[in-house]
């Protein structure tokens, strides 16, 4: 886990390369955390980035399968409120639990930040605001 690393204009918190065979990092999969949002950077030659803003993650979850535990590492399973991203893996990363902490401080900073709440990303029934529900 690295902090404060400094690259292309952006200061990232923590960053990290998916983990493939014995926990090494031989992956072309690299993630980017910073104070307000997440990225996932994938590819050699095309290089595909995908954003996440902290502040839509409504909830979380952590897979630890034996075979990325015995290496220190796990899966961080990201649910938001994103239109392009509702589901996002951060697969097999070192030290998970300390990242998944990272990550929820984020967003309890961003959600202060900007005045909002669980409660505010979801509507009447479950529902988010923008899909009322059909009659």
Request: charged share 30%.
């Amino acid at each position: 886990m690295a902090g404060g690393k400094t690259k292309d204009g952006l200061e990232y918190l923590w960053t990290d390369k998916k983990r493939t065979l014995f926990g090494l990092p031989l992956s072309f999969t690299r993630y980017y955390l910073t104070d307000n949002r997440l990225i996932t950077r994938v590819g050699f030659l095309t290089i595909t980035e995908d954003e996440l803003d902290i502040y839509r993650i409504t909830d979380k979850k952590m897979e630890l399968p034996l075979g990325q535990r015995l290496f220190g590492c796990g899966t961080i399973i990201l649910f938001s409120k994103d239109v392009d991203t509702p589901e996002k893996e951060i697969c097999s990363v070192k030290n998970p639990r300390q990242v998944s902490d990272l990550i929820t401080a984020c967003i309890n900073e961003q959600r202060d930040q900007f005045g909002i709440r669980g409660k505010d990303m979801v509507g009447p029934g479950g529902m988010p605001p923008e899909n009322p529900p059909e009659e």
